[in-house]
């Protein structure tokens, strides 16, 4: 059983930084794709970003670019979602997906694509 688990969630001010980890347990992933979507109250869930392990290629939501930045980790199943000038909108509850395997870019933002998904940390931007 693969088991999503994000972390790092939490409050800021409008303006500052947050860091987010996911990391996934009790999976045969050789290769692996993560992304982060968000789903703030009384919205729908929205892509945020994806990263893909064989080359590092990313995709951000055009809300998040220049702000945001993903990463992974080469050795483990890891991904890091940094949130610079984060601002209210930014509020939401974060979630993690994975998959195993490098999906095309095309795809990466695309929710379907990932077969687990983690429990989600809240972010709270506000002063």
């Known amino acids: 059983q693969v088991q999503v688990l994000e972390s790092g969630g939490g409050w800021v001010q409008p303006g500052g930084s947050l860091s987010l980890s996911c990391t996934a347990s009790?999976?045969?992933?050789?290769?692996?794709?993560m992304a982060w979507f968000r789903q703030a109250p009384g919205k729908e869930r929205e892509f945020v970003a994806a990263?893909?392990?064989?080359?590092?290629?990313?995709r951000y939501a055009d809300s998040v670019k220049g702000r945001f930045t993903v990463s992974r980790d080469r050795a483990k199943i890891l991904s890091q979602l940094r949130m610079n000038s984060l601002n209210p909108d930014d509020t939401a509850m974060y979630y993690c997906?994975?998959?195993?395997?490098?999906?095309?870019?095309?795809?990466?933002?695309?929710?379907?694509?990932?077969?687990?998904w983690g429990q989600g940390t809240q972010v709270t931007v506000s002063s």
């Open positions: 990263v893909r392990s064989g080359d590092g290629a990313t």
């Open positions: 997906a994975a998959r195993g395997g490098n999906l095309i870019t095309g795809s990466l933002h695309q929710a379907e694509q990932y077969d687990y």
């Open positions: 009790g999976h045969t992933f050789g290769a692996y794709s």
